[in-house]
């Protein structure tokens, strides 16, 4: 069996190998006056030098000179040039090993250091303890034992025994965390809990997996199951406090651990850690099914209506040949009383001989039908479908605890009737029940009757809940979703303590006053500005027509010797089947060994295995059928491979290693710097089982599915993706991908189209101090909000909009700055604090002040676009690679139709990340080729200026065989490391 490795290469190289960069050089190896007298004390050029780099390198990293080890040549270079020596003189030193020891003796004395001592080991292995208390990264707990032998002036033991030390560590660091977590359960409990890896014969799987196993499809019957587990776990009687003894991370290490390990497995656990895993595994299911449990409710109210809605909209359509009918006879009627009058005759004889007083008897009912129907409240035509709400309604209030901030919330004094209605089981309201959470027109429809309408109550108290959940003015205990937003954010006490210290590096400055006055100068200067050019005819590519600014959409600027070049180019590229393909770039990047074990953080030993499971994502293929279409490969191989090692932070991290190896290639610098990015959603149909969780939207058609929303950078590099409902907004999206990403881009500028843009976002993006620059659809109709009356504007006039609200901004600033500080330390995603601020029907002060923030900022955008051909010239093409590199997903994302058919959001996430991780591989891997492609064309002395080469672009897949038989360890004939080109015949037979 392998050795246990606590490092990865590149760790153990940073932490133990000699730095070669000048800035280390400098750092670390410059010698001292009292250093060179040292040195220059032995007698020999070889002893000198020797002498020195033995004083260098237990200075840093902190150990003495191998035998036999000979530095690297920078290093080696730069000393010897301190002490006056030739390099090449190293060769002779330490030919006695009574030299070197003799001169490592001497050091010890001269630099105040000692060989490491038992003590020394125990306090290196306590900090290592602490630090695996927080983290499973080797490399974190290996630089704390460094980190104090170093402050003990010890010097460092061999690399292997500080990676044991290292592994000991975080092996007891587990065991405590075990300890913490159990220690409060009773033996009996603990005695139970084991019974739930058997197989339970009431339901055919084990009790520990039952409540893993619950379905994510909106249903009445669906949330009835929900509620049953969480009852299920609420009778196994786990405190939930003893996670707070446990540090975040290793309480992440320890789900992680738990989701990925089946009941079988968990029973050849020892004790401790079984029972830990088990106790972990509830804890976390009851707050996850909670929100599952919320969430589901929040889509069946919402879809009650949605319905209620499409069956008004239908019923006005079938009633469009009786209100035809009705407006016919109306208008006869009205013929003919106006005949009555003009000539003097009796109303009623002409009105019978006209219309025929019986046939408008007649009518009467038909016409009240119409009237019913067309005044119908979508209160009233929701109440339809109360036999299906009363299914879950009862079972879902009763199973949860709600709360709010107010003392008395009259919703949740609501709330609390219907929980006593459904428990004794009666069918009429109270004579009083609480009201004031209604409007007034549902009560008048509730209330205007003989009796109260019970149904009519219940769904507009459920609608209600529906929306103050959404907001988070009320919450539910044991919810990790669904609490008060200033839980979400970052503690009160460290944003008052970043403050303070001017560590909250964010976009604007802390006093209001200073901000507001600089954007009001702005933009008062900016508008009078526009408002000249406008009126002269300076706006390139703008004109103005009636009081409106009408902005010229821009022309293609590709010109067609690129378009030839690209075509040229595509037709070197080596031809590849996409497993060679990925087994390339792996060789190239080792994204691969970033899928680490859940547990041990080794990386894959069966690299074909991994990339079989990558694929089988990409094309939607999934695991199984890789496996039927693979040589060598079995189902079990991928099965277990993705089980203890595809998760999201390794998905995460594999793609920061092809994005960061993409953006570190020369080639990749003539597309761009990295500092501009772009998203857009892809839509995907859902068929079979996972259209019962599909939402629809009716922009892509009437069938159910979801939206595989990414992030681009303008080197086409994927950073970021994610799957999200069709019917979302992507606004609230947007500032995600740009946090939950590690690569080393440094993204400045972002681009969307219409759907990524909203007030709210241009707020937050002026707040972390990026530009956020959209393509507005309809920007004639859009308005600028001053801070200055309209009339200073005059040419400006139709595009001038409500004013700022100044005073508002100043009294939440310090809000604002918290709600900014916590999505740029991550403390918070960025998508849940949007969606609980745009979800409330009641704006919050909050959401008011960063709606007016955004405003102002959004104008001062606005301006910039009609007085900027580059801008719009800029955002055009990074949202056209965005809307390019969309064709080539759909190319790899072929099989079953291109149709997502998994049920549960982490099964749609993995397909979601398996095809950018694949997309991103192919677009690395032409980059290479084209570079290739481009170096063999220069080298015929073909002029290929730059200029031309950034239009070609690395989305081709026409050379790259994504179907078929799959080979994983095919070996092919590559004498310099890559595929010839595919040469013209000529030249083939030249070369």
């Not at 409902?725 to 995600?736: G, I, K």
């Not at 008011?848 to 055009?876: D, H, K, T, V």
Request: with cysteine; charged share 25%; net charge positive.
């Amino acid at each position: 069996m392998a050795r246990r490795a606590l490092l990865k290469e590149h760790e153990r190289k940073t932490i133990f190998d000699i730095p070669v960069d000048e800035d280390s050089l400098i750092r670390h190896y410059s010698l001292s006056p009292a250093d060179l007298l040292e040195i220059q004390l032995r007698r020999r050029e070889h002893n000198q030098l020797g002498f020195a780099i033995q004083l260098c390198l237990m200075r840093y990293p902190g150990r003495p000179l191998l035998p036999n080890e000979v530095p690297p040549k920078a290093m080696l270079d730069y000393v010897a040039r301190q002490v006056g020596a030739s390099s090449t003189a190293f060769r002779l030193y330490a030919r006695r090993e009574e030299t070197r020891s003799n001169h490592i003796a001497h050091l010890l004395g001269y630099l105040q250091k000692r060989n490491a001592t038992a003590e020394d080991r125990r306090a290196a292995l306590l900090s290592a303890i602490e630090m695996a208390s927080t983290t499973d990264a080797g490399a974190s707990m290996a630089g704390a034992i460094v980190a104090e032998f170093r402050n003990r002036n010890s010097l460092l033991p061999a690399a292997t025994i500080i990676e044991r030390m290292g592994i000991a560590a975080r092996a007891i660091a587990r065991r405590r965390a075990e300890r913490a977590l159990i220690e409060a359960v009773p033996a009996d409990r603990l005695a139970l809990l084991d019974g739930l890896l058997e197989v339970d014969p009431t339901i055919g799987q084990t009790r520990f997996h039952w409540p893993r196993s619950a379905p994510e499809a909106p249903g009445a019957s669906n949330l009835v199951g929900l509620t049953e587990r969480i009852t299920f776990l609420r009778t196994l009687e786990i405190d939930p406090a003893p996670q707070i003894r446990i540090s975040s991370g290793r309480w992440d290490q320890m789900i992680r651990e738990g989701n990925a390990t089946p009941a079988w497995l968990a029973n050849d656990f020892n004790a401790s850690r079984r029972h830990a895993l088990i106790v972990a595994q509830v804890i976390k299911l009851g707050q996850k099914l909670t929100d599952d449990a919320v969430t589901m409710f929040i889509k069946l109210m919402g879809r009650l209506f949605s319905q209620a809605n499409s069956r008004k909209k239908q019923r006005h359509m079938d009633c469009r040949p009786d209100a035809t009918k009705a407006l016919r006879m109306f208008l006869d009627t009205t013929t003919a009383l106006q005949s009555a009058n003009d000539y003097g005759r009796n109303v009623l004889e002409v009105l019978d001989q006209k219309v025929g007083w019986h046939r408008l008897l007649r009518m009467k009912p038909e016409l009240e039908s119409l009237v019913e129907v067309s005044e119908a409240s979508p209160l009233t035509v929701a109440a339809e479908q109360y036999p299906t709400v009363n299914k879950y309604a009862g079972v879902f209030l009763q199973a949860f605890t709600f709360r709010s901030a107010c003392r008395y919330d009259p919703l949740l004094a609501a709330v609390g009737v219907l929980k006593r209605l459904y428990s004794e089981k009666r069918r009429t309201l109270p004579e009083t029940v609480p009201v004031t959470h209604l409007s007034q027109t549902d009560r008048k429809l509730i209330f205007g009757q003989d009796k109260p309408n019970r149904r009519l109550y219940e769904i507009a108290t459920l609608a209600a809940l529906r929306d103050r959940l959404r907001s988070a003015d009320i919450w539910v205990d044991g919810s990790r979703s669904f609490r008060p937003i200033d839980e979400h954010l970052m503690p009160r006490s460290t944003f008052i303590t970043m403050k303070e210290q001017d560590r909250l590096g964010l976009g604007v400055q802390g006093d209001a006053a200073v901000w507001l006055t600089e954007a009001r100068q702005m933009l008062d200067f900016n508008l009078k500005r526009l408002a000249h050019r406008t009126r002269s005819g300076k706006l390139e590519g703008v004109r103005l027509e009636g009081g409106t600014l009408i902005v010229t959409p821009n022309a293609g600027e590709v010109p067609a010797t690129a378009e030839e070049l690209n075509s040229e180019i595509s037709e070197l590229y080596p031809l590849v089947e996409v497993p060679d393909l990925l087994r390339e770039v792996h060789e190239w990047t080792g994204f691969a060994d970033c899928f680490t074990h859940v547990r041990t953080g080794d990386r894959p030993r069966n690299v074909s295995a991994m990339l079989a499971g990558v694929l089988a994502d990409a094309i939607n293929l999934g695991p199984k059928r890789m496996a039927s279409a693979s040589k060598g490969i079995s189902a079990h191989q991928i099965g277990w491979i993705r089980t203890f090692h595809a998760r999201s932070e390794t998905y995460r991290a594999a793609q920061v290693c092809v994005t960061d190896a993409h953006a570190r290639h020369p080639h990749s610098r003539l597309w761009g710097d990295g500092t501009t990015s772009s998203s857009d959603g892809q839509f995907f149909r859902a068929s079979d089982r996972a259209a019962k969780r599909g939402d629809i939207n009716l922009h892509y058609g009437s069938e159910p599915g979801s939206k595989f929303y990414s992030h681009l950078s303008d080197q086409y590099g994927y950073f970021s993706i994610l799957p999200i409902s069709p019917t979302e907004s992507e606004a609230a999206y947007v500032l995600d991908g740009l946090f939950d990403q590690d690569t080393v881009l440094d993204i400045q500028e972002h681009f969307t189209d219409t759907g990524g843009a909203s007030d709210h976002v241009f707020g937050l993006f002026a707040l972390i101090g990026k530009r956020f620059a959209p393509r507005l659809r309809n920007l004639k109709d859009r308005k600028f909000h001053t801070f200055e009356k309209g009339e200073a504007y005059p040419a400006l006039a139709n595009h001038i909009g409500a004013p700022i609200n100044s005073a508002l901004i100043v009294d939440h600033w310090d809000d604002l700055l918290h709600l900014a500080a916590s999505i740029t330390t991550r403390s918070v995603v960025p998508s849940t604090i949007l969606k609980k601020l745009s979800a409330s029907p009641k704006e919050s002060q909050l959401a008011r002040a960063l709606r007016e923030l955004g405003r102002i900022e959004r104008s001062l955008f606005m301006i910039e676009w009609y007085s900027s051909p580059a801008l719009r010239r800029r955002c055009q093409a990074g949202l056209n690679k965005g809307e390019a590199a969309h064709k080539l997903k759909r190319a790899v994302f072929f099989h079953e139709r291109g149709e997502i058919r998994d049920r549960s959001f982490e099964s749609q996430a993995f397909r979601a990340s398996g095809l950018n991780l694949v997309v991103s591989a192919i677009v690395h891997w032409n980059t290479v080729y084209i570079e290739r492609a481009v170096t063999h064309l220069r080298s015929a002395r073909r002029e290929i200026p730059d200029h031309l080469l950034k239009h070609v672009s690395p989305l081709s897949w026409e050379h790259i065989n994504l179907t078929g038989i799959y080979t994983w360890d095919a070996e092919h004939q590559m004498p310099e490391g890559f595929r010839p080109l595919r040469l013209p015949t000529p030249i083939r037979r030249a070369a």
